[in-house]
């Protein structure tokens, strides 16, 4: 007996076996591989000594993540010198007091945080096939897009109020600055969220504070406006998250989309950026997290980064 179409019953029960196992891969296995992602980057002046960063993305926490929570607090085996938060670190109403638990031994170094539209709004269910689409677009986020509306609205101000009083400096369309053992002066400068039109880069304009040792740029969704800004104010790096390095990747291929207007070779990792005469350097976290409505990953571990700034050459 044959299916309609001419394939066979065979054919078709291997590939939904096939296609139920990938799923249950992405959803059961990799989604819960964490990794740590290291990197090296020379932005720091001559003769000082290296920095070790720690970033952490996209948590996305919802109830009853305990394998995710005790990951994160793990990471404070590490010793950073300071910790950058990019955002997005709920995906659950009820999710404050388990972020708060899981980031709590990183809440003991120094660190600064920016947010994210899902710490403001609560996430909603959509078909995945509408990335692709909005790439084909050009839309992404609010970005020509109408306003969202009926959203759920998370309980960000309690994250904000616990990280502030950890001593994390916020850095929603504002400025920062954070000094570490050995005399080291960092200064901070960054964007509320570009992917829902919360960014004021006018508000925070200039470039890099001259009196500081090094000078870091901070944003969540790594739309080129931001990057372009940054980059032409000579932002020596800049750090963001968002894009979930793609997601749902394609092995030997990588992401189809990065849910902004980045090029998706610039995905995950440590890359480039140019604008005018100047030139940064490009972290964007691949996060640790997904949406609650889509908690797969496939050929894109979740993740966390630990940098090691160096003097320039």
């Keep these: ?22 799923i249950a891969y992405a959803a059961g296995i990799e989604a819960r591989s964490f990794r740590l992602r290291r990197v090296t980057v020379p932005v720091l002046p001559s003769g000082a000594r290296p920095l070790r960063v720690l970033q952490v993305s996209d948590i996305h926490m919802v109830g009853g993540q305990r394998k995710k929570r005790a990951w994160l607090q793990s990471l404070a085996g590490l010793r ?45 269910l959509r078909n995945p096939a509408r990335y692709l689409l909005e790439k084909v677009q050009g839309k992404h986020g609010l970005n020509g897009n109408p306003p969202a509306v009926g959203v759920v609205h998370n309980p960000w101000e309690e994250l904000r109020d616990a990280f502030d009083t950890a001593g994390w400096v916020g850095l ?14 960092l200064a901070f400068t960054g964007l509320d969220d570009p992917h829902i039109k919360r960014d004021r880069y006018e508000k925070v304009a200039g470039g890099p504070e001259k009196d500081a040792d090094l000078s870091i740029a ?11 800004a940054f980059t032409a104010d000579g932002y020596p790096l800049i750090l963001a998250g968002h894009t979930h390095g793609g ?11 990065t849910n902004c207007d980045l090029d998706t070779d610039r995905v995950k990792g440590l890359s480039t ?12 976290s691949a ?12 050929a894109c571990p979740p993740e966390a980064t630990l940098l090691t700034l160096t003097p320039r050459a």
């Excluded at 929603?172 to 002066?185: A, D, H, I, P, V």
């Design 1 to 22: 007996m044959r299916a309609r179409y001419g394939i066979p019953l065979k054919t078709t029960a291997a590939i939904t076996a096939i296609g139920a196992a990938g």
């Design 80 to 124: 950073p010198d300071f910790v950058v938060n990019t955002g997005d670190n709920l995906s659950d109403t009820e999710g404050v007091p388990e972020v708060l638990d899981a980031l709590g031994p990183l809440m003991e170094f120094p660190g600064v945080y920016v947010f994210g539209s899902n710490d403001y709004y609560g996430p909603k």
């Design 172 to 185: 929603s369309n504002t400025r920062g600055r954070l000094k570490l053992e050995g005399g080291l002066e």
């Design 218 to 228: 901070v944003v969540h969704a790594p739309y080129l406006r931001s990057l372009d």
């Design 247 to 257: 997601q749902l990747c394609v092995p030997f291929y990588g992401a189809l989309v």
């Design 273 to 284: 950026h140019e604008a005018g005469d100047h030139r940064s350097y490009l972290h964007v």
């Design 287 to 298: 996060g640790c997290g997904t949406n609650r409505y889509t908690p797969v990953r496939f």
